[in-house]
């Protein structure tokens, strides 16, 4: 895998030759519309549907929004990193011109309305923070077009690992994810032995499993949804406590 600008070129095997391709959701701009929730302090942000906490203790900050039902994809998509411009309608011209397109973290989910609204099905839209928004256009538009196109997420310091649960049920939450940034598979490690256990998505970005780890140091694979893939060795020490977050020190 290379990276080219902010698209993401994949490296295959193809008879024996290695083949650069480069993915469509990356490359390309496509259409949806973006809002805002919240205030300019972006309070009403924290937390969300992907399963992450204060978002600016996180690293995240007001860089974020909450994706429609067709782009958050059950929260498989938590985490990803997207570029988005304003582009003005024929009819409604609220733009403002010549600022750099902004990047943001998907962390939360908008719900379908049924009395019918910008976030139901097929559309793909963005509701960021007040902030994110303000820097396409003013707070009278209300809602304006984007373009959209995938991005590399770039993060400062490492995966951090967010451990919950209790001794028979463990919730781990990997977040600070660079790269792709949406992470497809994780499996765990114990110090005691037994192999690396498969676990299962709960919910957003949390991953759980049932198997008893308590008193364990762990070790953890995961796997983000262009196929990059990270081993964070010993990451949790043996005496780690429901509640712990713990810093891997490296990232994708």
Known sequence: MALVGSSLLRLSVADGKLVRTMDSDWSSWQDAHATFYGDKSGKDTMQGACGYGDLFKQGYG??????????????????????????????????YRGVAPIQITATNFCPPNPAGGACNPPMKHFDLSMPMFLKMAPYKAGIVRVQYRRVTCAKQGGVKFEIKGNPNWILVLPYNVGGAGDVKNVRVLGSKGGGWIQMQRNWGQNWQTGVELVGQSLSFQVVTSDGAYRVFRNVVPANWQFGQTFDSNINF
């Open 62 to 95: 007001l860089q974020t929004a909450a994706l429609s039902t067709a782009l958050f994809k059950n929260g498989l998509t938590c985490g990803a990193c997207y570029e988005l411009k304003c582009v003005d309608d024929p009819n409604w011209k609220f733009c």
